[in-house]
């Protein structure tokens, strides 16, 4: 027995098509612009991991996750970059935007958010570059491991 008809989907999925394909291109563009700078992190930490590796630290590394579909928004794309329960979020928007969260810790509010225009290369890499350090500094401090959460 079928309970539920099928045709009230399909014409859901139509009228979601027929809106959501003016956004294609935007949202393509966003993913391959995260695609992009998800690599020069990665290539960044690499150097990190290495620098570390020669000082006989290769336990202290960073995660870069992959690219993959915002959890917020359909038309973003997010990149996850953790260690242990600190994690750090780049967000490329369908509307030319990065947004970088965090660091924060995995279980609390997320946050601080800095932006960018992926246009801007000059204020990117600027705000970039800041967040990957902060991110680095709070996943090493031993000071923010060890404190007590609030409640």
Request: proline content about 2%; glycine content about 6%.
């Amino acid at each position: 027995m079928k309970l539920l008809d099928r045709d009230l989907l399909r014409a859901s999925a139509v009228a979601l098509a027929k809106r959501e394909l003016a956004h294609r291109e935007d949202v393509e563009r966003a993913r391959s612009q995260l695609v992009e700078l998800r690599a020069d992190v990665f290539e960044c930490f690499d150097v990190f991991h290495q620098t570390l590796d020669t000082k006989g630290l290769d336990v202290l590394h960073l995660e870069v996750g992959e690219v993959r579909q915002d959890r917020k928004d359909f038309r973003s794309w997010e990149c996850v970059l953790r260690r242990g329960r600190w994690k750090a979020i780049l967000v490329a928007k369908s509307s030319g935007k990065l947004r970088c969260v965090g660091p924060f810790r995995e279980g609390e509010e997320e946050g601080p958010c800095a932006h960018a225009r992926f246009e801007e290369k000059e204020r990117m890499k600027e705000v970039v570059e800041g967040f990957l350090l902060r991110f680095v500094n709070a996943a090493f401090d031993p000071e923010r491991l060890y404190r007590k959460k609030k409640r």
